[in-house]
């Protein structure tokens, strides 16, 4: 069975600096694209950073120039580094990847989200 799990959430004060990261641990064969998401309270979930296996990203005006996503493939794992935060940027983060397994073949997974919190 394949799970995402996230980490690095926390309360910050606005300028500061947060490294969201995110493992993927299974029965994995490879994983395709990951993305960041987030969701404010009230608010749709909308992407905030992809990944390609390659190393292609692409991210959201919102937090181009502040965020950056990486990834290591022989961790499976993948990394938001978030600097000059700001209050809006306030919201659950979520792990999105494509994932190809043994067991299912290829599908989209989820992880359960990491609270960041931008506030004085």
């Known amino acids: 069975q394949v799970q995402l799990v996230e980490s690095g959430g926390g309360l910050v004060q606005p300028g500061g600096s947060l490294r969201l990261s995110c493992v993927a641990s299974g029965t994995i064969l490879s994983i395709r694209t990951m993305d960041w998401y987030r969701q404010a309270p009230g608010k749709q979930r909308e992407l905030v950073a992809a990944i390609t296996s390659s190393g292609n990203t692409h991210y959201a005006y919102f937090v181009k120039g502040r965020f950056t996503i990486s990834r290591d493939n022989a961790k499976n794992t993948m990394y938001l580094q978030m600097n000059s935060l700001k209050p809006e940027d306030t919201a659950v983060y979520y792990c999105?990847?494509?994932?190809?397994?043994?067991?299912?073949?290829?599908?989209?997974?989820w992880g359960q989200g990491t609270q960041v919190t931008v506030s004085s």
């Open positions: 999105n990847a494509d994932i190809e397994s043994d067991s299912l073949g290829a599908m989209g997974y």
